[in-house]
C-alpha cells in the first residue's frame, strides 16, 4: 500500500493485454489484414495487434497521444503502423481500403 | 458518431468487418471486497454523466442498421477485473477520468464498513463489463 502524501498507483481501466484481441478475433482474424483504427489513443491496443496485420493505420483526435503512440511503435520496432492525428470524420484514405475499421471503446 | 461509423463503413473493404468496441450499458461497474475466495459485494455504479453517451451511440448504431449501411454479424459481452489495494487507490482509479462513475446510495458507506472490517490481503475489486459487436457492409 502507498504511504500517505506519495503518488498512487492508478491501475488500467481497460481489459487486460490480449482480451480485446481476443474478442475482436471472434468475428474477424486480423492476420494479413489492412486495418484502420479510429481513436486509437497512446496505440494502447494497436500495439497487440499490429504485429499480426498487414498495415494499420490508427487515427487519435489528442496530438500528445499521438506522439506516445508513434513513439511506443517504435520501441516495438512496428513498421507496418501509421498514427495520423486529427477527427476520424475528416480523413479519407480511399473507398475500400481496408479491411477491419475498428472502433476501440471510442464511439 | 454516425457520420464517423458511415465513413468507416466507405472505408470498409468488399467483405470487411467493422468493429466496435464499448462499454455494456446493461451493466456498470461492480463493486466488491475480496479476501481470498470470500467476496462481500457491495453494488454498481452508477454514471448519470457518461449515460447519454452510450445513448448516443447506441442511436448511432441503430441509425446505420437500420438504414442498411450495414448489417449485424455478431455480438459478445465478457467482464474482467481490476484489484485496488486501498480506497486511496480505489478513489484515484475511479475519479481520475472526465465522466467519473459514483456509488449508488449506502453504497459508499457500505464499501468504507467492510474495509474497515477488512481481513489482511482484502483487495477492492471492480468489474467492468465490455461489449465486441462486428458489422459487414450490407
Not at chain 2, 4 to 33: C, D, M, N, Y
Not at chain 2, 65 to 92: H, I, M, N, Y
Request: hydrophobic share 45%; proline share 5%; with cysteine.
Amino acid at each position: 500500500m502507498a504511504p500517505m502524501g506519495s503518488q498512487v498507483e492508478i491501475p488500467s481501466d481497460y481489459p487486460p493485454l490480449g482480451m480485446e484481441v481476443g474478442l475482436v478475433e471472434r468475428f474477424v482474424r486480423l492476420g494479413g489484414k489492412r486495418v484502420l483504427e479510429i481513436g486509437c489513443g497512446d496505440g494502447r491496443l494497436t500495439l497487440q495487434y499490429a504485429h499480426m496485420a498487414k498495415k494499420v493505420v490508427a487515427i487519435e483526435a489528442e496530438r500528445s497521444l499521438v506522439a506516445d503512440a508513434r513513439r511506443f511503435a517504435r520501441e516495438d520496432g512496428l513498421t507496418n503502423v501509421t498514427f495520423h492525428a486529427g477527427s476520424a470524420e475528416r480523413m479519407r484514405f480511399g473507398g475500400g481500403a481496408f479491411d477491419i475499421a475498428l472502433f476501440s471503446w471510442s464511439l | 458518431m454516425v457520420h464517423a461509423l458511415e465513413l468507416a463503413r466507405w472505408h470498409l473493404a468488399r467483405g470487411g468487418t467493422l468493429v466496435l468496441i464499448q462499454p455494456l450499458r446493461s451493466k456498470r461497474p461492480f463493486i466488491a471486497v475480496k479476501t481470498g475466495r470470500r467476496r462481500q459485494e457491495v453494488g454498481f455504479l452508477v454514471n448519470p454523466v457518461f449515460e447519454p453517451i452510450i445513448t448516443a451511440a447506441e442511436a448511432a448504431i441503430d441509425s446505420i442498421v437500420d438504414r442498411k449501411v450495414v448489417v449485424p454479424a455478431g455480438k459478445t459481452e465478457k467482464s474482467f477485473a481490476v484489484e485496488l489495494t486501498s480506497l486511496r487507490q480505489l478513489d484515484a482509479y475511479l475519479y481520475g477520468g472526465v465522466r467519473p462513475p459514483r456509488f449508488a446510495p449506502g453504497g459508499r458507506r457500505r464499501l468504507e464498513e467492510l474495509w474497515r472490517a477488512r481481513t489482511q490481503g482484502a483487495r477492492i475489486e471492480v468489474t467492468e463489463f465490455m461489449t465486441v459487436m462486428a458489422f459487414r457492409p450490407a
